[in-house]
């Protein structure tokens, strides 16, 4: 009997593909290494952009892939075919409650408003308590880095404090990635469901 739990993760990212290849890549190559070991993706359900692009790769490369979209996004993108399973819900918050629910970890890669909410929303729940997730913030090319320049303003204003910061890991490479991602500890995790 095979005992070996499945490790998940969630991927918060773009649905377009930004103006550098190197954040698409980088969703390609992170795709590959997660298909190639086994995890299970959860992902915002799109076939379009950085989305699409880290999707398509871990399927190709082995993952289980389920997307998660909702009912208004179904009208505009569209989903992407070929995945294990696919979830239409009403709400973003549906959405963003469904993909965190029963994953592990959650990896934020470039992406615009919905990201960022999708971001702070997870690390808000982590800080209160609520979640017990490992997040992981992708600076890939320093995307992030004027964020993380505030967010260090914010700090130093003391509206949070270091070891909130620090709740959030930043990987800048894939090797860092993977890094965070060895350190999950599937045989204790707790989900909502």
């Known amino acids: ?4 739990v499945t490790k998940r993760v969630c991927i918060f990212c773009g ?3 930004g103006k550098k290849e190197v954040w ?11 298909g190639k070991n086994k995890y299970s993706v959860f992902y915002g359900g799109g076939s379009k952009g950085i989305m699409g692009s880290v999707a398509v790769a871990a399927k190709k490369s082995g993952a289980r892939v389920h997307g998660i979209i909702t009912e ?8 992407l075919k070929n995945i294990d399973k696919v979830t239409v819900v009403k709400t973003l918050s549906e959405r963003k409650e469904k ?20 971001l702070f929303d997870l690390w808000a ?3 209160l308590g609520v979640e017990n997730k490992i997040l992981i913030l992708v600076d890939v090319n320093s995307y992030y880095s004027q964020l993380l320049l505030f967010l260090r303003h914010v700090v130093d204003e003391e509206f949070l404090s270091e070891d909130q910061l620090l709740k959030t890991k930043i990987c800048k490479n894939l090797n860092e ?12 995790a707790k989900f909502i469901s």
Do not use: S, W, Y
């Open 72 to 79: 208004k996004l179904v009208e505009t993108e569209p989903v």
């Open 1 to 4: 009997m095979n005992t070996e």
């Open 24 to 34: 698409v890549d980088f969703a390609r190559n992170l795709g590959d290494f997660l």
């Open 125 to 127: 729940k982590i800080q």
């Open 99 to 118: 993909l965190v629910e029963n994953c592990h970890a959650a990896i934020v890669l470039p992406g615009g408003i919905g990201t960022l909410d999708e």
């Open 177 to 188: 990635v993977i890094i965070e991602l060895n350190k999950l500890d599937v045989n204790n």
């Open 15 to 17: 649905h377009r593909t």
